[in-house]
């Protein structure tokens, strides 16, 4: 039975190891990465499928900042495992996260993605038209959705990170 819950510290090694095999070793040098890197996900919006013990699919919410100050939350990745594709599992890991982040007050979300596939939950790239990231990406894959009427509006400029840093470990003394 797959169930759809919020991500366990456990949970990392089998997620890395299935955004590995779904987005190959180029994953961690996209430039929405840099928004993601030495940050933690949104508290309470990042979660896993699982079918039984296996985590079979991955959706995480990051915090952001527009350049013109208004916040955001940036979506990604989401990730299904091969053998596990087309069951509407990815669907349901993106529903999940915008209710909980509507449900937590949250604002809009942007992301990087397909656009026949995202325009279904309400995306769309016309939010995030005077937007940028911070190194190069496809202007038509740049995607947005206010769960706030107008919580984009003026949004405009660099899409920067923000939110709750990852604690780096301890350096060892010699």
Known sequence: MITLRQERPADGKARETLLDAAFGDTRLRKTSQRLRDGRLPADGLAFVAADGGRVIGTARLWNVACGSGQPALL???????????????????????????????????????????????????????????PGPFERHRLLALELIPAALDGANGLVRASGRRAQMPQARAA
């Open 75 to 133: 979506l990604g990745p989401v990730a299904v495992a091969s053998d596990c594709r087309n069951r509407g599992i990815g669907a349901a890991l993106v529903r999940r996260c915008l209710r909980e982040a509507r449900r937590l007050g949250h604002g809009a979300i942007i992301l990087v993605g397909d656009a026949p596939y995202y325009s279904r939950f309400g995306f769309a790239a016309e939010k995030a038209a005077s937007l940028k990231l």
